[in-house]
């Protein structure tokens, strides 16, 4: 406030006049946003200094003038500064005699200044100035701001309040209005009470001492009960309408979180998959790796092959050498040849001992690789049933699908039928439709959760069964590299005896070298060896070409049911897409839906408060044709009593004339 004195003085001081001590006293003292300068005299240099100040001033909210004795240049100064001035919410003018001049600048002030909500004028004069007032009352009309007016003892006659009728009518903010103590009359009570349907905002009008018949006071206090109920009403429809948003903002939420959830989960999914992408092609890569070794064994064991037969080659070359030699010894090879084929028998029933416990094994490992094929057909089926399971949840969700839509179209016809009861109560309505809408919410988010708990199950049982499968993969490749190392200890036990056979045969041809026929059966001896050692290597070379080829073909399979696996994933992944894409339309659809619904009620509120008000505006003119009617009835009485009272004077006077009239002397007396 201390500036706002010293701006003070520099303007009253820059105008030639000296400032008020009284005015200068009042700033010290007066509470931060409010200027009080009641029951001071303000000169003309003084107004001039405030309205300049005010037209700057920022601080101010509320400005009391209350019988100041203003002039009316003073008066006009002030108000021009308050047309600028946007911060001003109360301005108290009481008892300063305000004359026409006063009025239009009141009229200028109320035309251009947007923020003043209060305005006091009591105790002035403005009735007395019609035009100035008329004006007045024009720029009342085109006012959006002003929301209390006091125009008590103003000398307003019944035109006046014609004025003021017809400014009510257009004005849009005015809640209050007090015109007591004024000169309304009859005529300006009736014109006031028909310009209160066309309002809707005001909801006090104070009429007291006007002269103004009970009838029309009643009739205006009707009005602003009616004014009353449709801002409480108004108030309570933009509270619920603020409730009903923050609870579809709630659901929106609400649905975005599940949306968002479920998305993550089918993220997951696909990373689980790319994951079990990744691991089938390491065991594949294992699975070649692992043939790649066993090719390289086969290709070592052709090369001893070739090295056998180039000794063989060899020896064969030797025996020829030695034939020669021999001839002396065949009697002593013949002893020895027949002992050389027991020994010949012995070892071939050993041969033929073991070639039994090979294929015995062959047999046992093949054995198991049918029980393994078993198992992973076994696994198959489990996977089929799986995929069973799953053909039927999404069955089960198309039909929860079609029970949402006619749950939908239920709560369509219920709605209908909900419209049609809000007619007779709409309050009863829109609490049913509210438990509706809370029970179809509520009954939707456990549809969503139990298929979400389905699918979660239906992933488990899915990973349980890939686990079994790996395991089982696990366990036919442990057989395999079993069956595998056993084929090479066999291998090398037969390496081995072929390898001590034969140096037997070159330590009994060193010592039958003298021999012929001893050396001959060797050397037969030894070819047969040969033949059945590659008869033996020729079973074992089929037989690893078999394994080979069921290796492949297992191979084979299982890339087979790599791919169907990726197809079915992709399969699942695309349909479990399709039913978040047909649930986020079911989802919008009830969201427009509940658009729709809300838009419904909020046309029947529309229609009830258009129909209530209606009603009002219908009572209101019943109530003013029924006053006109009784006033009629009564000046209609009025006439009637006056006539009566005109015909006995007038019988009366008849009476006295002939009574002293000459006539009546002359008549005989009855």
């Known amino acids: ?3 706002f004195r010293r701006t003070y003085s520099r303007l009253c001081k820059e105008s030639g006049a000296e400032p008020q001590e009284t005015v200068l006293q009042q700033m010290h003292q007066l509470p931060q946003g409010r200027l009080d300068l009641a029951t001071q005299s303000l000169t003309v240099d003084t107004c001039r200094a405030l309205g300049k100040l005010l ?18 240049e003073g008066a006009v100064l002030l108000l021009q500064g308050l047309c600028v001035n946007t911060i001003v919410r109360f301005l108290d003018l009481k008892g300063n005699n305000l004359r026409a001049s006063g009025a239009e600048a009141l009229a200028k002030l109320l035309r251009q200044n947007k923020s003043i909500q209060s305005l006091t004028l009591e105790w002035n004069s403005l009735g007395t100035w019609e035009e100035a007032f008329a004006a007045f009352c024009g720029a009342l009309a085109a006012n959006g701001a002003l929301r209390q007016l006091d125009l008590r003892n103003n000398q307003i006659s019944h035109k006046g309040a014609e004025e003021l009728a017809l400014a009510l009518k257009s004005n849009t903010s005015l809640q209050q209005l007090d015109l007591r103590w004024n000169h309304i009359g009859l005529l300006g009570g009736r014109a006031l009470v028909n310009c209160l349907p066309s309002n809707r905002t005001l909801w006090k009008l104070e009429l007291a001492g006007n002269s103004i018949p009970g009838d029309i006071l009643r009739a205006v206090e009707q009005a602003m009960d009616h004014n009353q109920d449709r801002q409480t009403a108004f108030r309570e429809s933009q509270a619920r309408a603020h409730v009903l948003s923050k609870e579809v903002r709630h659901l929106r939420e609400e649905k975005s979180k599940q949306f968002l959830d479920l998305m993550e989960t089918i993220d997951r999914q696909r990373e689980e998959m790319v994951r079990s992408s990744k691991a089938s092609a390491a065991r594949v890569g294992q699975l070649q790796e692992a043939l790649n070794e066993r090719h390289s064994i086969i290709n070592a064991l052709k090369a001893k092959l070739q090295m056998a037969e180039a000794a063989l080659a060899l020896s064969e070359q030797k025996a020829q050498d030695l034939g020669e030699l021999l001839a002396t010894t065949e009697q002593e090879q013949r002893s020895l040849a027949q002992r050389q084929a027991k020994e010949h028998r ?4 050993e041969a033929a001992e073991r070639e039994s416990k090979l294929l015995r094994d062959l047999s046992a490992a093949n054995e198991k690789n049918l029980l393994l094929q078993n198992q992973v057909d076994e696994l198959e089926r489990k996977v089929k049933s799986q995929q069973d399971q799953l053909f039927l949840t999404r069955q089960e969700l198309t039909n929860t699908a079609a029970e949402l839509k006619m749950r939908a179209v239920q709560a369509e016809e219920r709605l209908e039928l909900e419209k049609k009861r809000s007619r007779q109560s709409l309050e009863d ?5 509210f438990k509706e809408v809370e029970h179809m919410t509520r009954h939707l988010e456990e549809s969503e959760r139990a298929m979400q ?26 057989e395999r590299s079993q069956a595998e190392e056993e084929l090479i200890k066999a291998k090398n036990q037969v390496r ?11 330590e009994k041809l060193r010592l039958l070298a003298q021999a012929r026929d001893e050396a001959q059966s060797a050397c037969l001896q ?13 079973q074992l070379g089929r037989q690893v070409e078999g394994l080979r080829r069921r290796l492949e073909e297992l191979q084979q399979e299982l890339s087979n049911k790599d791919q169907e696996k990726a197809a079915e994933v992709t399969r699942v992944r695309l349909e479990l897409q399709e039913q978040n894409g047909r649930l986020q339309a079911e989802l919008t659809a009830q969201e427009a839906l509940k658009e729709k619904a809300a838009a419904l009620e909020r046309q029947l509120k529309v229609i009830a408060s258009d129909h209530r008000e209606a009603l009002l505006d219908r009572e209101s003119e019943n109530a003013s044709l029924r006053e006109k009617l009784r006033l009629k009835q009564a000046e209609i009485a009025r006439i009637r009593d006056e006539e009566a009272q005109r015909a006995s004077f007038l019988q009366n006077a008849v009476l ?4 002293g009239s000459p006539l009546r002397t002359l008549s005989p007396q009855k």
């Open 1 to 3: 406030m201390e500036e």
């Open 55 to 72: 037209q700057k001033e920022a601080l101010l909210t509320e400005l009391v003038l209350s019988d100041c004795m203003l002039s009316e």
């Open 346 to 349: 012995l070892e071939q029933q």
């Open 429 to 433: 309505a829109e609490h049913l439709r």
């Open 453 to 478: 708990e389905r699918v979660q199950r239906l992933e488990a049982v899915r990973l349980s069964l890939e686990e079994e499968l790996s395991r089982a993969k696990a366990a036919a490749l442990s």
């Open 496 to 506: 081995l005896e072929e390898q001590q056979r034969l140096a037997h045969l070159e």
């Open 526 to 538: 030894q070819k047969q060896v040969v033949a059945d050692a590659q008869a033996r290597a020729s």
């Open 656 to 659: 006295a004339y002939v009574q």
